[in-house]
C-alpha cells in the first residue's frame, strides 16, 4: 500500500514538473489552465490501466493492465483487501463477501 501511495506522489509530482516545464517553454501563464485530458496515458504502472485515457486502478484484478484476476480470499483495488467472509458467504474479487450463490 506504501509503495502504491508513493507511485501516486511520484507521478504527481513529476505531472506537475512537466506541466511548468511546459507552462515556461510555451509562455502559458499560471492562470491559464492545462486540461490533463489533452495528454492522455499511452502507458500505466503496474496495478493501474487504461480507461478513457487515463490510468485507474485495477479492481479485483492486478499486475500489468490488470491481467491478474485476485487470488482466492482477496478482493478490490489491487486485490489488496482481504475477505473475512462468515458461513453462507463467499469472496467476491470485485467487491468482498457476498452471499454463496449470489455471482
Known amino acids: 500500500m506504501y509503495i502504491l501511495l508513493i507511485n501516486k ?16 517553454s510555451t509562455g502559458i501563464s499560471k ?3 492545462i486540461n490533463l485530458t489533452d495528454y492522455p496515458a499511452r502507458k500505466c504502472v503496474s496495478g493501474f490501466r487504461i480507461i478513457k485515457g487515463e490510468c485507474k486502478e485495477c479492481i479485483g484484478f492486478y499486475g500489468t493492465n490488470c491481467g491478474q484476476p485476485c487470488v482466492k480470499g482477496f478482493y478490490g483495488e489491487g486485490c489488496r483487501s482481504y475477505c473475512n467472509c462468515s458461513a453462507g458467504q463467499t469472496c467476491n474479487q470485485f467487491v468482498g463477501c457476498i452471499p454463496s450463490g449470489a455471482e
Open 9 to 24: 506522489v511520484s507521478l504527481s509530482v513529476s505531472l506537475l514538473v512537466h506541466i511548468s516545464a511546459l507552462s515556461m
Open 31 to 33: 492562470a491559464d489552465k
